[in-house]
């Protein structure tokens, strides 16, 4: 079997979902399973219904604008597919009904039962599109197959119980039908035991069809995008830029963690355990061979990467009766960080001074307030942190030339700026 991932700028109108039947057509006779995301925005116009929701707000216009948005499309690619339609309708009835109700105590549960709807609207229009194009398509409900804890917006997966539910559903047993291909689930969505819906975080279905390649034992994973693979650097930043058409799982995980938005970084893990060739394809070029990450690390060093971050703070920390930093001090700067939930993305000390780059998010202020009461804090805002892996001088000199050098870190692979 096969996992596809079709991400929500792929599906985001009728030409979109139109594709996902093109790539299919070149694979035709595989099993493949597709990952779909919630249409374009749809996510970020959810959460607003969420907040605005729980602000006791009217949110009716706002998600009348998606049932609109989304039966558009359903009717531009499966015209007068009235079945289509009243299932559509069944969800957004559904969803209207959740939010005549009362917020609940946990606005992260909030959260959850009502985004996961994008990813829910977009596989009704994908599956019934499929169903007609391809003459047949299995649609499935991911909460049926990936069970997780209850951390609402960060779920983390009970892997044995879902390889059971995944076994199940994909089981043709006796008085059982036989699953039809392709069949179209979402990511970024499970359960709990309960049968509450939770999600995996932001951008988070990547790792979803990481999930199912893991549980389905899959050949392979292919996400497909509107660019020929993984890229050296961003190509709205950097001129000249080259596609890594080979590196390994190690590599990509060290991109990823350093801030490349190509892959979520949970996708690899699930990937390297069972060696599942990852692949980054183009939707628009199907013949162009793309990104390969497997466990083969011979090219990994053959091209220099880049990773931006703008819009960073870096932060300075100093005990206020200049002792000196000593892990006590250090142990309950890392609480503190790990208590307002901000990740620190570079770290350097000096005899007296802690500094840390780190995005730029809401719980900054709080966390730094807090720190005050302790410590002699400073603070530069949006700066840059650059991360070059394989770097070699000329490249290092001319990123950094004329640029206001804050800190600059080097390892044997990897040489990492603040930069202003
Ligand atoms: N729809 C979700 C998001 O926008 C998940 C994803 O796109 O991967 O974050
Ligand atoms: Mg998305």
């Known amino acids: 079997m096969k996992v596809f991932k079709f991400g929500g700028a792929s599906v985001k ?6 594709n996902v039947a093109r790539v299919l057509r070149h694979f035709q006779g595989e099993e493949i399973l597709i ?3 919630a249409m374009g925005k749809t996510t970020n116009a959810l959460e607003r219904v969420v907040w605005d929701w729980r602000e006791g707000k009217h949110v009716g216009d706002q998600v009348e604008a998606l049932r609109r948005q989304h ?12 079945e289509a339609e009243a299932w559509l309708q069944e969800y957004f009835d559904e969803l209207g009904e959740l939010l005549s109700g009362t917020p609940t105590d946990n606005p992260d549960q909030d959260y959850d039962q009502i985004v996961s709807y994008g990813e829910l609207w977009s596989t009704q229009v994908v599956s019934a599109y499929l169903s007609e194009a391809l003459g047949a398509c299995s649609w499935m409900d991911a909460r049926d197959l990936v069970r997780t804890d209850a951390l ?7 892997w044995e119980t879902s390889a059971e539910l995944v076994k199940e559903q994909f089981s043709s047993g006796e008085g059982q039908e036989p699953v039809s291909y392709p069949v179209v689930t979402q990511g970024f ?3 709990t035991e309960e049968g509450l819906t939770t999600t995996l975080g932001r951008e988070g279905s990547d790792f979803s069809a990481a999930i199912f390649a893991y549980l389905l034992d899959a050949g392979s994973v292919t996400i497909w995008k509107d660019v020929p693979g993984m890229f050296n650097a961003d190509p709205n930043r950097f001129p000249d830029t080259k596609l890594l058409s080979h590196i390994s799982y190690r590599e990509a995980i060290e991109l990823s963690y350093f801030g490349a938005s190509v892959i979520h970084p949970r996708t690899l893990q699930p990937l390297q355990h069972k060696h599942i060739p990852l692949y980054v394809r183009s939707f628009v070029d199907l013949d162009a061979p793309g990104s390969t990450i497997d466990d083969r690390s011979e090219n990994d060093s053959l091209i220099p990467s880049f990773i931006v971050k703008p819009g960073q703070v870096l932060i300075s920390i100093t005990p206020r009766d200049l002792s000196f930093i000593v892990e006590e001090n250090l142990a309950h700067i890392f609480e503190v960080f790990a208590r307002h939930r901000v ?10 001074a802690f500094s840390v780059s780190v995005d730029n998010g809401p719980h900054v202020k709080p966390l730094i307030m807090e720190l005050r009461g302790a410590y002699e804090v400073r603070y530069n805002k949006d700066v840059e942190l650059v991360t ?3 770097y070699d001088e000329p490249t290092l000199h001319k ?4 640029r206001e050098l804050l800190i600059e870190q080097r390892s044997r692979n990897t040489a990492r700026f603040v930069l202003k």
């Open 343 to 352: 990740r620190i993305d570079l770290m350097q000390n000096t005899a007296l």
């Open 152 to 158: 609402y917006r960060a779920a983390r997966v009970d």
């Open 399 to 402: 990123l950094t030339q004329g």
């Open 13 to 18: 109108d009728a030409a979109g979902v139109r």
């Open 189 to 191: 969505m499970g359960a």
């Open 388 to 390: 070059v892996r394989h």
């Open 35 to 37: 990952v779909v995301s």
């Open 71 to 82: 039966l558009a499309v359903l009717g531009e690619v499966v015209p007068g597919f009235e």
